[in-house]
């Protein structure tokens, strides 16, 4: 945790307190204005994904380019990584040469954390393997917050594959921080004793919930590649159940969303769905982290 807890990095929503969240969250409305905008004009981040992405690599393109950073683009295909470089030695490498920025998506679980000590950059965990999403929690937690404008005493349940989600996994731990009272619902095979070892039905969840928070099946973390056939009937968001939620209730996923699986098909932009707003707010999200880390405020 001494590395994760060092200057100016974005590696865990554990590091974060609940003032430094609602300062981000405050941060983002603010930005939103483009006059309240800063321009880091002549600096370099550079986005290092060795995982898939659209959405978290998409919008942290467009949020370095609103404040005016050059970006650079960089994957595990093309990158001397192929060759067997470290991580370390590329963020180093691409400091050396005038990055002052980092955003990095890969695969080992704390996998950045190695690399803080010697890095004066600030560096940005995109997503590590099943560990932590952290930059996804925060624009969840914004989205969250647009709609209640409060955590305390909301019931947010967390449903899917918890056991690979890193999604889950900084969500539940800054959203039980915030004070939210938060339940899971998963199949068995995917259940997460970190989190809970009490789980309830999804048709408990959807007749309770002030928040259902989808999760995507991580077919790509799986070893064995069951069939998803009946998953929505048993697990997923039906029609049937979408009806049974509260008036106010909102409902949140990540994407990519299976359609079909975890949410039928008909409920992806449903009016309770918030799913593309949280892409939208991802943006401004995204630009409020980097000001905020930028300006040694985290
Ligand atoms: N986009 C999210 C992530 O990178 C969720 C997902 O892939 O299911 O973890």
Request: include cysteine; charged fraction near 25%; proline fraction near 3%.
């Amino acid at each position: 945790m001494t590395a994760i807890q060092s200057k100016r990095n974005l590696l865990s929503m554990k590091q974060l307190s609940n003032e430094q969240i609602y300062h981000l969250i405050h941060l983002a409305d603010r930005l939103k204005d483009p006059a309240n905008v800063l321009s880091y004009s002549g600096l370099f981040a550079a986005n290092l994904f060795l995982e898939p992405s659209t959405r978290t690599k998409t919008s942290f393109h467009i949020a370095e380019r609103k404040l005016g950073f050059d970006v650079v683009e960089l994957d595990g295909v093309d990158s001397s990584l192929t060759k067997g470089e470290s991580l370390y030695d590329t963020l180093k490498t691409l400091e050396s040469i005038g990055v002052d920025l980092a955003v990095v998506r890969q695969s080992e679980v704390g996998g950045l954390s190695a690399c803080t000590e010697e890095l004066e950059m600030p560096l940005i965990n995109a997503g590590d393997g099943c560990g932590e999403h952290p930059t996804q929690s925060l624009l969840d937690l914004y989205t969250i917050h647009e709609h209640f404008h409060s955590f305390r005493g909301l019931h947010i349940c967390i449903a899917g594959d918890l056991k690979h989600s890193r999604v889950a996994r900084s969500n539940a731990y800054a959203l039980r921080q915030l004070g939210a009272r938060i339940s899971f619902v998963s199949k068995p095979d995917w259940q997460d004793p970190t989190m809970t070892k009490d789980y309830i039905t999804m048709d408990e969840a959807v007749e309770t919930c002030d928040v259902l928070m989808l999760l995507r099946i991580q077919h790509e973390r799986h070893t064995n590649h069951g069939g998803t056939g009946s998953y929505l009937k048993e697990y997923g968001l039906t029609v049937e159940r979408e009806a049974r939620m509260m008036n106010h209730s909102i409902i949140l996923h990540p994407a990519p969303v299976n359609r079909g699986v975890e949410i039928d098909v008909r409920l992806v932009e449903c009016e309770k769905s918030k799913i593309f707003r949280q892409m939208t707010n991802g943006v401004t999200m995204r630009m409020a982290i980097i000001h905020a880390l930028m300006k040694g405020e985290l």
